[in-house]
């Protein structure tokens, strides 16, 4: 059964910083390029960054310079860390496979409010 589970999210303060994860169960993983999304209220899913198997990272533009995305296929572990946080990230973070789209998780929400 696939599984995806986000975990970290929480409060934080503009420029503040949070680290979001995501454990992979039931997916070949090591072979699948990955993604952040996110998910405010009222909006639809929109992409935040990619990770291909071999570690080619890619950001849309509101988090380059400020979001880093790795792996650990060993672990079937995705991470995202967020520095330099916005109030407009505020936001449910998703983990999922673009290799393949996978039933979406629970996702983590991130507030960034002072």
């Known amino acids: 059964q696939v599984q995806l589970v986000e975990s970290g999210g929480g409060l934080a303060q503009p420029g503040g910083s949070l680290r979001l994860s995501c454990a992979a169960r039931?997916?070949?993983?090591?072979?699948?390029?990955m993604g952040w999304y996110r998910q405010a209220p009222g909006k639809a899913h929109e992409l935040v960054a990619t990770?291909?198997?071999?570690?080619?990272?890619d950001y849309v533009d509101f988090a380059k310079g400020r979001f880093t995305i790795s792996r650990v296929n060993a672990d079937n572990m995705l991470n995202l860390q967020m520095n330099n946080l916005k109030p407009d990230d505020t936001a449910v973070y998703y983990c999922?496979?673009?290799?393949?789209?996978?039933?979406w998780g629970q996702g983590s929400l991130v507030t960034v409010s002072s």
């Open positions: 039931g997916i070949v993983f090591s072979v699948r390029t």
């Open positions: 999922n496979s673009l290799t393949s789209l996978c039933p």
């Open positions: 990770i291909t198997a071999g570690g080619t990272t």
